[in-house]
Structures are given as structure tokens and as C-alpha cells.
């Protein structure tokens, strides 16, 4: 059986090196908002054949001076592609641009037949708005989290697991957000999306421990709370590594897919949510075990 309050300090070692290597990452990488949250420009060409979407947005980078994301997209019933150019920035673009940008493509793939289709502005309040509210609903679901778990688990201290779970969650949601900063992902909607995805599927890993220790609570009156979690832990172990081993399997598959054929917006999504998968799994069996019995110790003391 393994004793995970005793070996805390090694876990809490390795959080913590993951959260300095994130924090290096923002300062070497920044923070890179996509145009949804940042306002900018969308140009469309349309073009036959294949192309390198990663070419395309070194060209349009280096053209223009602003950060490109592109993808190509495919009308399933003329079967006719266009490439999506995203531009950031507060300004849409100008005649002078959008020709030096035309010229660029056109000399980098001269057998794409590139012709422009489309081009939109995106204002920045929008994305600022959108942003907000995303930040909001992922706060507001912290907190019902925590309410929920203080009175749902009360005979072993809601409070405190509910703290705890917060901890852990908090946890998480940086860890998705430091894979956006490392990979120079751009922070767009799929950040939001894996991040609700990940408290959800975390505090379900979790609250799944919290119920086996209030059920061991009768069995294992004689026993410390420490040897109490610890056996809950573990009782719980292969159930929650099981779990995360298949829903990680799926993620993993997808996010091949999207490295196999180059889908940026499928890869802006299943890289972090296989990331965070991992991480939920970890913070729950090695972060939230240990730092409730430690709560649980300190209470005493103060007792």
C-alpha cells in the first residue's frame, strides 16, 4: 500500500517545478490571445490542391508583422477549399497590406491558384467580452463546486475538502493554461472548453475519493484520518488510473489525428485537454489525499 501522505513532499516538488517551468514559459512565450479574444482580421483565399498550413502562417507573419493562425476548411458538397487566415490585433487590414500579403502567397505557392474570397473585421470588445464571460463561467464553477462539496461530504469536514478540491482544480486549470504558454498555443474558446472539461472530470475523480473515505469512516474507526485517506487513496487507485488511462486513450488518438493532418484547431484542443486529463488524475490521488490530512493535523493542533 502506498502511503501518499508520507511521500507529499515529493508530489508537491514536482507541482511546484511544473508551476516555475509554466510561469518561465509566460515570461519566454507571453500570452498569446487568439483573434476571437483579441479582435483582428479573418481573410479567406480560396486555392486547389494541398497546402502547408504552418507555411502560410510564416508568410502571412512575416508579411504582415502580426501573429497568423490558419487553417484550411472544405465545402463537403463542391468539395472546393479555402484557406482562413487569422489575423490578430486591434485593426483590420489595409489595401497596402492585404496586396503585400497577396503577393507573398502567391509567389510561396504559385501552384495554389490563391484568390481571395472573403475578409472580415473582428473588434476587440467582442473578444473582450467573450473572454469575461468565459473567465466568469469557469469561476462560478469553482464555486458551486466547493458549495457542493461542503455540505455533501460534512462528516469528513466539507469544508476543508471542498478548500482542498478548490486547491487542486486551481491546479489544474494552470497546468492547461501553462500548456497553452509553452506550446504557444494561441488562448482561444478551446481554452475555455478544456478548462471546464478538466474541473469537471477532476472533481468527479476526486469527489469519488471523498466518498470512499466517508465510507471507510465506520469501518476504520481505530485508524488515524491519515491512515483513513490512505487507504481510501489506494482502494481507489486502480479506478481512477483505469479511468483516466481510457479517457486519455480517446484524447490521444484525436490529437494524432490532428498532428497526422495538420487540423490546428482540433490540435489547440486535444493537445491541452491530454495534458490536463493527466493532470487531474494526479492532483486527485497525490495533491488532494495529502493536503487534507494536512489540514486535518493542523485543526487538531489548533484544537
Known amino acids: 500500500m502506498i502511503n501518499f501522505y508520507n511521500k507529499r513532499k515529493i508530489f508537491f516538488t514536482i507541482s511546484a517545478v511544473i508551476m516555475l517551468l509554466g510561469i518561465a514559459s509566460v515570461f519566454i512565450n507571453g500570452v498569446n490571445l ?4 483579441k479582435g483582428g482580421a479573418i481573410i479567406k483565399y480560396s486555392l486547389e ?9 510564416d508568410v502571412a507573419s512575416t508579411t504582415l508583422g502580426r501573429n497568423t493562425e490558419a487553417q484550411i476548411t472544405e465545402d463537403m458538397a463542391t468539395k472546393s477549399k479555402k484557406v482562413v487566415l487569422n489575423l ?30 472573403e475578409s472580415n473585421v473582428v473588434e476587440p470588445f467582442i473578444g473582450k467580452k467573450a473572454l469575461t464571460n468565459g473567465l466568469i463561467a469557469i469561476v462560478l464553477s469553482a464555486i458551486f463546486i466547493i458549495l457542493y462539496v461542503r455540505f455533501r461530504f460534512k ?33 482561444n474558446d478551446s481554452f475555455i472548453a478544456v478548462t471546464l472539461t478538466i474541473i469537471g472530470y477532476s472533481i468527479n475523480d476526486t469527489i469519488v475519493i471523498y466518498d470512499r473515505i466517508r465510507e471507510n469512516k465506520p469501518r476504520y474507526e481505530r485508524k488515524s484520518f491519515e491512515e483513513l485517506v490512505n487507504v481510501s487513496i489506494n482502494q481507489s487507485l486502480t479506478r481512477s488510473i483505469n479511468t483516466s488511462i481510457a479517457t486519455a486513450a480517446s484524447v490521444l488518438i484525436v490529437c494524432i489525428f490532428a498532428f497526422v493532418y495538420n487540423i490546428d484547431s482540433i490540435k489547440s484542443f486535444a493537445l491541452p485537454m ?8 494526479y ?21
Open 283 to 303: 492532483s486527485t490521488v497525490c495533491l488532494a489525499g495529502p493536503m487534507l490530512v494536512m489540514w486535518h493535523k493542523k485543526t487538531e493542533k489548533t484544537a
Open 34 to 37: 487568439s483573434i476571437q479574444f
Open 155 to 187: 462528516k469528513i469536514s466539507g469544508l476543508s475538502a471542498g478548500v482542498v478540491g478548490l486547491i487542486a482544480l486551481v491546479h489544474d486549470c494552470l497546468v492547461v493554461f501553462f500548456t497553452f504558454t509553452m506550446f504557444n498555443i494561441p488562448i
Open 49 to 57: 490542391g494541398d497546402i502547408n498550413t504552418e507555411e502560410v502562417q
Open 274 to 281: 491530454l495534458i490536463g486529463i493527466i493532470s487531474g488524475c
Open 88 to 117: 490578430s490585433g486591434n485593426e483590420g487590414l489595409e489595401a497596402s497590406e492585404q496586396e503585400k500579403l497577396d503577393a507573398a502567397l502567391k509567389e510561396k505557392f504559385p501552384n495554389s491558384n490563391l484568390a481571395l474570397s
